[in-house]
Nanobody, 114 residues
Framework: QVQLVESGGGLVQPGGSLRLSCAAS????????VGWYRQAPGKQREFVAT???????TYADSGKGRFTIFRDNDKNTVYLQMISLKPEDTAVYYC????????WGQGTQVTVSS
């Protein structure tokens, strides 16, 4: 079973940037597509972005042009670079396999507020 540890969240002002990291344990983690998901207070968890093993990326409309997902297979880590952050990006961000069949980690809180 792959274990996931998300990090890199924090409090940032609107227009700011953050880079989230998703470290996956297990040597087989690099052979799967991995996605980022988020859950805002009172809302259902939603898809943010995904990256295939070959590096193909897909983004939700909310993050297109602002978010970039990339991976370092040698480190079993997937990143989410976020720029031009908006208050509506406030959420707990999670990573998981795409589709999300692994056990969810603790997530990392992103708060965008002035």
């Amino acid at each position: 079973q792959v274990q996931l540890v998300e990090s890199g969240g924090g409090l940032v002002q609107p227009g700011g940037s953050l880079r989230l990291s998703c470290a996956a344990s297990g040597s087989t983690a690099s052979i799967y597509a991995v996605g980022w998901y988020r859950q805002a207070p009172g809302k259902q968890r939603e898809f943010v972005a995904t990256i295939s093993t070959g590096g193909r990326t897909t983004y939700a409309d909310s993050g297109k042009g602002r978010f970039t997902i990339f991976r370092d297979n040698d480190k079993n880590t997937v990143y989410l670079q976020m720029i031009s952050l908006k208050p509506e990006d406030t959420a707990v961000y999670y990573c998981n396999r795409d589709p999300p069949v692994w056990q969810w980690g603790q997530g990392t809180q992103v708060t965008v507020s002035s």
